[in-house]
């Protein structure tokens, strides 16, 4: 099924805005202005729990149904927060920056989240660009866009492959692996202390790569695992600006000369946070959806074209960043017909978004050629200029190559079997176990 979606961003931006004015409740909310409020235990659905943790696509399903494209729902710990889950919906959040803000301190339910919540890693405020707004946000964001501008896409390809090469020579000869430890986090682990101009020490690369994941986890280590990371980049950051060198982390130093160690410290770290874990997603959701899907199938003996299908459909079905925290009402509006009131929490379910079945009337399968979908965000506030493609090229190397070294690729254990990590944020497998033809490592 293809959407009538225009493909050009902006337009359809600005035309949502504009649409959302004057469009009428979507056809399953209730009847909306005196909806009840975020936290009506009668209402509101837990985004945690086993269930969510089970099958969060049903979850998303069970809210639409019984809350419309806009529903109340409760995060871990009962705190109460706007769900989006229209597609219209969030292209109107994401475009409207006035009345959507980001900074957290805006949010009116800090009283009710207690120290130890595990998604306070990411959202309660620190310097960090994703809480800044307005002209603070679109300087720093240049400087990130600046900085990538300068990866030559070819070299970092080279990288990419040599990466590749390197970590399938460890297992080739076994003829099993799990992708997940093996290969999928550890290319761009690599990559990132490449482009990061970390230091290429197994127990460094381990800290960071686990920190991170852990922060995004739903457990108590959440806090101290970003905490880790901390200390870990802000070493980075101390030697950079001493001695800056031909890397991203110096670069964005130098494109902004006036932000505070503690400010370069925060963003750093939020760009290692955004290429490392989802670019790792990406490339095992897409993984497995070649060897669990017969229609991408094909890939493993050897259509090259068909990566890229597979890369972007998993855009649209397992987007690695499912549930985004969010952005706060700057003032009262309506959204999707509910009343959202200053400092309302909203989150923008991007999974959900992307499989809108007002979008996809008979079933979400079968977006070739469709680069409509959200799982980069959009707009001022979205995944900036160059984060997308440096990611492309990683994860597309990483899949190439291994579908070259390994073409005969089969699942270990049946598709139901896969586990997904229990997680508010993220969609990403537990582990992938494969079996293959032993092959010899490489010459290099
Ligand atoms: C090398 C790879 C990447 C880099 C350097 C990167 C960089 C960033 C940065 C710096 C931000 C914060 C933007 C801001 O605060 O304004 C961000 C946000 C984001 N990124 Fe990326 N990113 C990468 C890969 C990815 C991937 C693979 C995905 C998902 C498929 C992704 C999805 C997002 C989303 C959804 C946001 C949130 C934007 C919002 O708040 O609306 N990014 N990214």
Redesign the pocket.
């Known amino acids: 099924m293809v959407t009538n979606l225009q493909d050009d961003q902006d337009a359809q931006d600005g035309q949502d805005a504009q649409d959302s004015q004057d469009t009428p409740a979507p056809q399953h909310a209730p009847d909306a202005p005196d909806a009840p409020p975020p936290g009506c235990p009668a209402h509101a659905a837990r985004l945690y729990g086993p269930d969510f943790r089970r099958r969060p696509d049903e979850t998303y399903q069970r809210i639409r149904r019984d809350g419309g494209q806009v529903a109340p729902v409760l995060l871990e710990g009962d705190i109460d927060a706007w769900f989006v889950l229209g597609y219209r919906e969030t292209r109107q959040v ?1 475009s409207d920056t006035e009345t959507f803000g ?1 900074d957290p301190r805006r949010w009116n339910g800090w009283d009710s989240v207690p120290p130890d919540w595990p998604l306070m890693p990411w959202v309660a405020y620190s310097p ?5 707004e307005g002209e603070e ?1 679109r300087r ?2 240049t400087a ?1 866009s600046e900085a ?1 501008a300068t990866v030559d896409p070819f070299v970092l390809r080279g990288h990419c492959e040599r990466f590749a090469d390197q970590l399938i020579d460890k297992f080739a000869p076994r003829g099993r692996a799990d992708l997940v430890y093996d290969y999928i986090y550890s290319v ?1 682990t690599l ?2 202390a490449e ?1 990061f101009g970390l230091p290429q020490d197994e127990a460094g690369l381990e800290t960071l790569a686990a920190g991170l994941t852990v922060s995004f986890l739903s457990d108590e280590e959440a806090i101290a695992g970003q905490q880790r990371v901390a200390g870990y980049v802000a070493e980075l950051v101390r030697a950079k600006r001493e001695d800056p060198g031909p890397d ?1 982390t110096s670069r964005f130093i130098l494109n902004t000369p006036d932000l505070t160690e503690e400010q370069h410290t925060a ?1 750093v770290m ?7 874990p ?2 790792s ?2 490339i095992g959701n897409t993984l497995r959806l070649m060897l669990t899907d017969e229609r991408l199938a094909m890939t493993l003996s050897g259509n090259r074209r068909s990566i890229g299908e597979a890369m972007n459909e ?2 649209w079905a397992d ?3 499912q549930n ?1 925290i ?2 706060y009402a700057t003032r009262d509006t309506d959204l999707g017909g509910r009343r959202i009131h200053a400092g309302d929490l909203v989150v ?1 379910g ?1 999974a959900a978004a992307n499989a809108d079945p007002l979008l996809w009337p008979d079933t979400p399968v079968g977006h070739a050629g469709n680069h409509s979908h ?11 200029a ?7 090229i ?2 597309e190397t990483a899949i190439e190559v291994l579908l070259d070294r390994v073409p005969d690729l089969t699942l270990a254990v049946a598709p139901d079997e896969l586990k997904w990590v229990d997680s508010f944020w993220y969609r990403c497998l537990d582990s992938l176990p494969v079996t293959f033809s032993p092959t010899p490592v490489t010459a290099g």
């Open positions: 994401l980001r960090m660009m994703p809480f800044t946000h720093r964001a990130v990538l761009p990559a990132t482009l991203l963003d939020v760009l290692m946070a955004a290429a490392l989802l670019t997603y990406w998993v855009l987007s690695p960043l985004l969010g952005r923008l991007l959200v799982a980069f965000s959009s707009g001022d506030y979205g995944c900036p160059g984060g997308p493609e440096t990611a492309r990683i994860a």
